[in-house]
């Protein structure tokens, strides 16, 4: 157990729609780090907050959106949802982050998201 | 860009070595090593810093050769429980000289290791 939460495990919803992801990171840590795995695409990342304020950003459509509450935790908001959105997200949390990048990231068991 | 890793696959016997290979084409900060079992999350093995310092498991073992921007994991005598994808992550800036950093993994090797 990483002690990275994230909720639902799985979520099944249909085209157009508009869904949240929640993570709450590891006590302490304040970095939080979101990722799309897909079979063909690999893990790939889309933002990082760190105490409150996006950090960086990746792949991420302008379709998703996050943001990280003053008590750490984050959400995802993905919508208008296309077929190819369906994928496992992944958040990870770290102490900090640092140019050297020397903070391992713990992975959260991920949500599961299905578009019909 | 993603880094790329070879092999894409690799089949063990218990006991059997085996070394997993991560390469970039940019100038990195650092390397991390995670290993994903089907179904699970990654989970964070190592990373290899520039100058040396490396941070990790006490098991497996990694080099990281800055100057080709390359990086090798060494799984000796493997077990069982080593078998899943190994991941490596590539850390650097999004543009040259800039503050703001990402981590970027290669598509993966799967590692199997048999009785």
């Known amino acids: 157990d990483s002690g990275v939460t994230q909720t639902p495990k799985h979520l099944i919803t249909a085209t157009g729609q508009r869904v949240t992801l929640r993570c709450s990171p590891r006590?302490?840590?304040?970095?939080v780090y979101w990722y799309q795995q897909s079979l063909d695409q690999g893990l790939q990342f889309l933002i990082q907050?760190?105490?409150?304020?996006?950090?960086a950003k990746g792949n991420i459509l302008e379709r998703f959106s996050a943001q990280q509450f003053p008590d750490l935790h984050s959400e995802l908001n993905l919508s208008s949802l296309e077929l190819g959105d369906s994928a496992l997200y992944f958040c990870?949390?770290?102490?900090?982050?640092?140019?050297?990048?020397?903070?391992?990231?713990?992975f959260g068991p991920g949500t599961r998201l299905t578009v019909t | 860009q993603q880094p790329v890793q070879s092999p894409q696959a690799v089949i063990l016997r218990e006991g059997e070595d085996a070394v997993i290979n991560c390469s970039s084409s940019?100038?990195?900060?650092?390397v991390h090593w995670y290993r994903q079992k089907h179904g699970e999350a990654p989970v964070f093995l190592m990373i290899?810093?520039?100058?040396?310092e490396q941070k990790g498991h006490d098991k497996i073992s990694a080099s990281f050769n800055e100057k080709k921007q390359q990086s090798s994991l060494y799984l000796t005598a493997s077990q069982l429980s080593y078998s899943g994808t190994y991941f490596c992550g590539t850390y650097r800036a999004f543009i040259e000289g800039g503050s703001n950093y990402k981590l970027t993994f290669g598509k993966g090797t799967l590692l199997t290791v048999n009785p």
């Open positions: 990870a949390s770290s102490a900090g982050t640092s140019g050297k990048g020397s903070y391992e990231q713990y």
């Open positions: 006590s302490g840590d304040l970095s």
């Open positions: 907050y760190y105490n409150g304020e996006e950090r």
């Open positions: 940019k100038a990195l900060y650092s």
């Open positions: 290899l810093l520039k100058g040396g």
